[in-house]
């Protein structure tokens, strides 16, 4: 099925460790996203990238990093993990940010740090 | 800045009854787009409804329906005769044209819950 895949749904980190959260979409969009959902919260931007090559940080980028080398893939980067960032994880795609469609969202990463 | 305010926390309704979702938006940009999000249990987000600052019509799309008015900054959400299946978070978010990426704001949520 077309949309965005991010894998994996769920894992468990010890503080200090390191992962990294997949994110394809398939439907040739530019715009990508990732986004982290706190407890209770609505959704908070962490990066974003309009192309391949290009990011860009969002409103929470601190202790993340992406990269984008390929339209279809943005994996975001968990360096040292902590458990502020024990979160539910969406990765999202765009045609363009708004004017055309909508936003498509992967089925989240549900990451607890320990 | 831009700002998405969803006052109510969380709403009960009792099957059948009609419920009523506030959205109160704040945007500088003249251009700008609203979307309504819900959330359910199992936790993936699903598109409602996108709609730009142009178009204040008012939309119906089944037991949905949203009124937008841009004199008051609301894009508040009805459903009407509720179901237990409409039990969810429902978001909505405001993307301004001028500014893309970093601005697909999300309000709080409200959970709403519908009992049988």
């Known amino acids: 099925n077309a949309g965005v895949t991010q894998t994996p749904k769920f894992r468990i980190l010890k503080i200090g460790q390191s992962m990294t959260l997949q994110c394809t979409q398939d439907m040739n969009h530019n715009y990508m996203y990732w986004y982290r959902q706190d407890p209770g919260m609505g959704l908070k931007l962490i990066y974003y990238s309009v192309g391949a090559g290009i990011t860009d940080k969002g409103e929470v980028p601190n202790g993340y990093n992406v990269s984008r080398s390929t339209t279809e893939d943005f994996p975001l980067r968990l360096e040292l993990a902590a458990p502020s960032q024990t979160s539910v994880y969406f990765c999202?795609?765009?045609?363009?940010?708004?004017?055309?469609?909508?936003?498509?969202f992967g089925s989240g990463t549900r990451l607890t740090v320990v | 800045a831009q700002k998405v305010t969803q006052a109510q926390t969380e709403i009960s309704v009792v099957e059948k009854e009609d419920v009523t979702l506030d959205c109160v938006y704040e945007?500088?940009?003249?251009?700008?787009?609203l979307f309504w999000y819900k959330q359910p249990p199992s936790g993936e987000l699903v598109f409602l409804i996108r709609?730009?600052?142009?178009?204040?019509q008012n939309e119906i799309s089944g037991r949905y329906s949203w009124n937008f008015q841009k004199s008051t900054s609301s894009f508040n959400f009805t459903i009407t005769a509720s179901q237990v299946v409409d039990s969810a978070v429902y978001f909505c978010?405001?993307?301004?044209?001028?500014?893309?990426?970093?601005?697909?704001?999300f309000g709080p949520g409200t959970r709403l819950s519908v009992l049988p």
């Open positions: 978010a405001l993307s301004e044209a001028s500014n893309y990426g970093q601005n697909f704001v």
């Open positions: 709609r730009n600052s142009f178009d204040e």
């Open positions: 999202a795609s765009s045609y363009s940010p708004g004017s055309f469609g909508s936003y498509t």
């Open positions: 945007t500088r940009d003249t251009t700008y787009y």
